[in-house]
């Protein structure tokens, strides 16, 4: 897929900004200067699905990543931890829109693995998922 540049439209904005004010915990990442690089790398919402793919680096499973203090990590976990903070010891971010390099944390769910195998499962046999919002 080309990666077109990155644009910050209005809705972009005001979707980060609405996704922000529903935060707890406090932030790992207190460098505003790296969240507006991670930012700055994830493209506009798809109008259809509202996924927000990254345009940086993908792993080989096409998940995102992205380089912080020396280690790299899963883009996708990164925007759920902007945007919620810190994800608790044993859970794991997953996506409701099955799309791995997507990035909208509208569309991230935070469970346990055996959760997120259950959703998995269900999402198989056809049915919607029971942590959707
Ligand atoms: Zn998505």
């Known amino acids: 897929m080309p ?41 506009d919402p798809d109008p259809k699905t ?16 992205v380089s912080k203090d020396r280690t790299t990590r899963k883009a996708h976990i990164v925007s759920a931890e902007l945007n919620f903070g810190l994800i608790p010891k044993g859970l794991e971010v997953c996506h409701q829109c099955d799309t791995q390099p997507c990035v909208n944390p509208y569309h991230l769910f935070i469970g346990t693995h055996s959760e997120n195998m259950l959703a998995l499962f269900l999402k198989k046999q056809g049915m919607p998922s029971p942590f959707s919002a």
């Open 50 to 65: 509202g996924c927000m793919l990254f345009g940086g680096a993908l792993d080989s499973h096409g998940y995102g990543v």
């Open 3 to 43: 990666h077109k540049g990155y644009r910050q439209t209005t809705e972009h904005r005001a979707r980060l900004s609405a996704a922000r004010k529903g935060r707890k915990s406090p932030l790992r990442y207190t460098n505003e200067q790296f969240e507006a690089e991670f930012w700055g790398k994830v493209l």
